[in-house]
């Protein structure tokens, strides 16, 4: 019942894009971005809502795609900040509130 | 102030020791949330408090025992843990549950607990 997230960790150079994906066995309602830097909490990036997206931060987007139980995350022009793990989550059963996978990004100079 | 506080940042028990893990927001967050993470692993629900009240209990044994003394504190008591309970264990709080989809979550910086 767990998202499936991928790819499973990526690396990029500085300046490039990337795209991650997260899918669901079960119809997803809303969809949270966050992403977790090694020993911190995770932070809240976006959230997106059933029959549309919310944009949370400059070249981060994401979008998601009801039918297909899917949302994925763009990151455009990668920073070296943007390092860290990426996750998504979702609700499933009432109050149940349950993380995707996790995709591991490393961003190089 | 949007921050969630977790007490201690680092702990280190015996597994005959009673200890407890403390969390505090002043957000006015009217649901709290406790999880495990592993290492490279998402973190894991174990409980949901809402509006004080034990909403889910994810089938966490019995030496983890939480409570909810007010709307802005959380408490984790733990009990004769075992080695495999080493982790680290997030607070988080949000506005209304996560139920209703539309509000996000904060998240304290955690607790790693090393259980010998």
């Known amino acids: 019942q767990q998202p499936v997230q991928s790819p499973q960790a990526v690396i990029l150079r500085e300046g490039e894009d990337a795209v991650i994906n997260c899918s669901s066995s079960k119809a997803l309602y809303s969809v949270h971005w966050y992403r977790q830097k090694h020993g911190e909490a995770p932070v809240f990036l976006m959230i997106l809502l059933k029959g549309g997206e919310q944009k949370g931060h400059e070249k981060i987007s994401a979008s998601f795609n009801e039918k297909k139980q899917q949302s994925s995350l763009y990151l455009t022009a990668s920073q070296l900040s943007y390092s860290g793990t990426y996750f998504c989550?979702?609700?499933?059963?009432?109050?149940?509130?349950?993380f995707g996978t996790g995709t591991r990004l490393k961003v190089l100079a | 102030d949007t921050e969630v506080t977790q007490t201690p940042k680092h702990l280190v028990m015996g597994m005959t020791n009673k200890k407890s893990l403390k969390c505090e927001q002043h957000?006015?967050?009217?649901?709290m949330y406790w999880y495990k993470q592993k290492a490279k692993k998402p973190p894991e629900l174990m409980f949901v408090?809402?509006?004080?009240?034990?909403?889910i209990n994810e089938s966490v044994p019995s030496r983890f025992s939480p409570e909810c003394p007010n709307s802005s504190l959380l408490n984790l008591h733990l009990h004769a843990l075992q080695p495999e309970d080493s982790a680290l264990y997030l607070c988080a709080s949000s506005r209304s549950t996560l139920n209703q989809g539309n509000t996000e979550a904060f998240f304290g910086q955690g607790t790693r607990l090393t259980v010998v």
């Open positions: 957000m006015g967050h009217r649901a």
């Open positions: 408090y809402s509006y004080e009240k034990l909403s």
């Open positions: 989550g979702t609700l499933s059963g009432t109050y149940k509130y349950i």
